[in-house]
């Protein structure tokens, strides 16, 4: 089932980081919506 969960990404739309507002290209999908420097705690 794993295929749809990425079928099911591929058509999102392309994400923005809702910190700084950066897009978003390939990130891991458990990560909130925001980019690698926003996330780095
Ligand atoms: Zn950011």
């Known amino acids: 089932m794993i295929e749809n ?7 999102l739309p392309a994400k923005s ?3 700084c507002g950066k897009d978003i290209e ?3 999908e458990c990560y ?3 980019c690698d ?3 780095i705690v």
Do not use: A, L, M, R
């Open 5 to 11: 969960v990425i079928e099911f990404f591929k058509n």
């Open 17 to 19: 980081c809702t910190t």
């Open 26 to 28: 390939e990130q891991h």
């Open 32 to 34: 909130s919506n925001q």
């Open 37 to 39: 420097e926003c996330n």
